[in-house]
């Protein structure tokens, strides 16, 4: 999916970013537009942060999908 793709189909400001470096340029022309803005920021899929370890464990290689427990399995 294209998401800023999406967003200019309706009128919006529109970018896609997919550097750090990029980031801050593009939130600039955003913020100028002065319309709303969607700025789509792609990121590697294969970096997972130590806080959504904490949360849920670690992640099986084998099966590269994270499923978030309902409130209803977490012990009590």
């Not at 999406?6 to 939130?27: M, Q, Y």
């Not at 969607?38 to 904490?54: A, F, Y």
């Given at each position: ?31 100028a537009s002065e ?42």
């Amino acid at each position: 999916r294209n998401y800023a793709e999406i967003a200019a189909g309706f009128g919006c400001h529109a970018e896609r970013v997919s550097s750090s470096a990029e980031l801050r340029p593009a939130l600039k022309r955003a913020f100028a537009s002065e319309t709303p803005s969607c700025v789509e920021i792609l990121t590697d899929p294969d970096v997972v942060s130590p806080g959504l370890v904490q949360m849920l464990g670690d992640v099986d290689p084998e099966i590269p999908q994270i499923v978030i427990p309902y409130y209803q399995n977490i012990p009590r």
